[in-house]
């Protein structure tokens, strides 16, 4: 391999290592609120997942990388506080589905807006100039997630 070649090799992961670094630093920051949401971390995950819609069980396990027993546990707590509620699918009687409740909306949404005004207050922070640039790289980023060919 040419120097070059290796050498924009290691900055690009150098760079991979930054971003991630800082992602899940400012991630952690901002969830820092979550608590006064009166929802754990795995539940306002969860609840995150249900957002697109009623999931089966075994698919809420599969999207927060769980097994079967753990996500039941966690279902069956959140339906007790009225997070979730369970139904019965209309095509296949045997399947059971899970949704969020208007509470779970409620409670997703006040752990979404509580980690935005953190961010926001940091963002606040900025000269003019980073605040552009700092536009500039959540573009970048927005099209790294929408084109997977990136």
Same mark, same amino acid.
């Given at each position: 391999m040419a120097k070059s070649a290796r050498a924009t090799e290691l900055r690009e992961r150098a760079l991979?290592?930054?971003l991630h670094s800082a992602a899940i630093h400012l991630l952690r920051?901002?969830?820092r609120g979550d608590p006064l949401t009166g929802a754990t971390p795995a539940q306002l995950s969860a609840l995150s997942v249900l957002m697109s819609g009623p999931k089966t069980l075994g698919d809420l396990a599969a999207a927060e990388q769980v097994r079967a027993p753990t996500i039941s546990r966690l279902a069956a707590e959140m339906e007790r506080i009225g997070l979730i509620r369970r139904r019965d699918d209309p095509d296949d009687g045997r399947v059971v589905r899970v949704e969020m409740t208007a509470k779970g909306k409620r409670t997703l949404g006040r752990g979404r807006d509580l980690r935005i005004a953190e961010i926001e207050r940091r963002v606040r922070r900025l000269d003019?100039? %980073?605040?552009?640039?700092?536009? %500039?790289?959540?573009g970048i980023v927005e099209g790294m997630l929408r084109d997977e060919r990136r």
């Open positions: 991979a290592d930054r920051r901002a969830r003019p100039r %980073e605040m552009t640039l700092l536009a %500039e790289a959540v």
